[in-house]
């Protein structure tokens, strides 16, 4: 585990019935993300150690509800969230030579880290990620070529599916804060014709009551921001 998870004691047993799974390397790569970016906000490493003890305890999930979850607000993990749908497509596109590289990569991490020199930003051997890593590393070397084109080639299709389904949900929540703030402003198309006809008669009849030129200026472009239709009005 990293420096911040390295107090944590969790023990991680094995299981003759443990398999690799689409998941499980998706989780590896998330892993692999997070030990690749040398710059993290406190909030960044508190949040991904909740999150990440999460992960690795419980059952598989579909990889879009791993990817909403890093995508909630309630957590700030939107950066690594983007970082591993990059790097799931990545393998996507590279093939079974990114499976094997992935877990290259990691095993180049935890050998790194027994110099005591290096960041912390690395992965240590004996902490609970470590243990979790080094036991999916071990499964994938017992793997044949035939069971890692598999694995390989379920990675792909759950990843497809998962990044419809989360470009679908994406797309919802913009939707709904789009709908959420025109339901707040305040300019509604007979507000507005009002305004613009009130200020045209006083502007004909007592230019002194009407507004600032300022204001007016003001109102005019919060009524084209909200809708272009205004500047016709």
């Known amino acids: 585990m990293y420096k911040e998870l ?22 590896i790569l998330l892993i692999k993300c997070y030990c690749s970016t040398n710059i993290k906000t406190i909030r960044e490493r508190r949040d991904f150690c909740v999150i990440i003890l999460k992960l690795i305890q419980t059952p598989d999930m579909e990889m879009d509800t791993l990817l909403t979850e890093l995508h909630s607000p309630n957590h700030i993990l939107q950066c690594f969230a983007k970082e591993l749908e990059s790097e799931c497509s990545h393998m996507c596109n590279t093939g079974i030579e990114g499976l094997s590289e992935l877990f290259d990569v990691l095993t180049r991490f935890m050998k790194s880290s027994m110099d005591h ?13 470590g243990l979790y890593v080094r036991r999916i590393i071990v499964f994938f070397e017992q793997l044949s070529f035939s069971d890692v084109a598999q694995l390989y080639d379920a990675f792909v299709r759950n990843f497809n599916r998962s990044a419809v389904v989360v470009a679908n949900w994406k797309s919802d929540k913009i939707t709904g804060n789009i709908v959420k703030r025109n339901k707040n402003n305040t300019w509604d198309g007979r507000r507005a014709e009002l305004l613009v006809a009130q200020q045209a008669h006083i502007l004909q009849t007592n230019e002194y009551k009407a507004m600032l030129p300022s204001k007016l200026q003001t109102l005019v472009r919060e009524l084209l921001n909200y809708n272009s239709y205004y500047a016709e009005v």
């Not at 020199?117 to 990620?129: A, E, G």
């Open 6 to 27: 390295s107090n944590v004691e969790e023990h991680i047993s094995k299981s003759p019935k443990d398999t690799l799974t689409p998941y499980k390397i998706a989780v």
């Open 117 to 129: 020199s290096l960041s912390s930003h690395l992965l240590c051997r004996n902490s609970v990620l």
